[in-house]
T-cell receptor, first 116, second 113 residues
Framework: GAVVSQHPSWVICKSGTSVKIECRSL??????MFWYRQFPKQSLMLMAT?????????EQGVEKDKFLINHASLTLSTLTVTSAHPEDSSFYIC????????????FGSGTQLSVL | SQQGEEDPQALSIQEGENATMNCSYK?????LQWYRQNSGRGLVHLIL?????REKHSGRLRVTLDTSKKSSSLLITASRAADTASYFC?????????????FGEGTQLTVNP
């Protein structure tokens, strides 16, 4: 099956710093990737849709200047949390479809971000 | 917007028993999918059922879909301790692109050995 690799698995950073999370499709090309945020014992909240070669589409209420998304190639999308604050601490997950009917999604293993 | 609602929120059963989780949604869909998430991990796709299908099986999993009631159920038969995880339904709406999914609130399943 298709594999999506997400790095890092966890990161601890100081308040005010920026953190970059990578999401790679290892054995397929992903024209679209999705970024989610998940709080403990809650569902996934879609933050943005990342489109290769164009600007990301952000969900309502998500600050595009805070959460920078770059999808420069068909196998890599990055999410940068800029000037992180403790309230940005969360579990971030990416996913990608393999383009076949655009149906089921393949997920990365997630990144636990802790901002001190 | 979060349209999927699942019940129960938490379910605790003994190994060998069956587990049933339900999901309701609000808008018209192309398909409905079920995913599993182990604690602190990403989601794994379990099964997809299309809007013109009523029932689907995959191993110990059985999914039903009732589009008139806008609801779906996931049945796990002969549960095992390794089935302990959170289970989410997700819908692909007719109005959105095929890969954009809306996730339900999830059911935390605990299977006791």
């Amino acid at each position: 099956g298709a594999v999506v690799s997400q790095h890092p698995s966890w990161v601890i950073c100081k308040s005010g710093t920026s953190v970059k999370i990578e999401c790679r499709s290892l054995d397929f090309q992903a024209t679209t990737m999705f970024w989610y945020r998940q709080f403990p014992k809650q569902s996934l909240m879609l933050m943005a849709t990342s489109n290769e070669g164009s600007k990301a589409t952000y969900e309502q209420g998500v600050e595009k200047d805070k959460f920078l998304i770059n999808h420069a190639s068909l196998t890599l999308s990055t999410l940068t949390v800029t000037s992180a604050h403790p309230e940005d601490s969360s579990f971030y997950i990416c996913s990608a479809g393999n383009g076949v009917g655009g149906e089921k999604l393949f997920f990365g293993s997630g990144t636990q971000l802790s901002v001190l | 917007s979060q349209q999927g609602e699942e019940d129960p929120q938490a379910l605790s059963i003994q190994e060998g028993e069956n587990a049933t989780m339900n999901c309701s949604y609000k808008t018209s869909i192309n398909n409905l999918q079920w995913y599993r998430q182990n604690s602190g991990r990403g989601l794994v796709h379990l099964i997809l059922i299309r809007s013109n299908e009523r029932e689907k099986h995959s191993g110990r999993l059985r999914v039903t879909l009732d589009t008139s009631k806008k609801s779906s159920s996931l049945l796990i038969t002969a549960s095992r301790a390794a089935d302990t995880a959170s289970y989410f339904c997700a819908t692909a709406g007719r109005e959105t692109s095929g890969s954009r999914l809306t996730f339900g609130e999830g059911t935390q399943l605990t299977v006791n050995p």
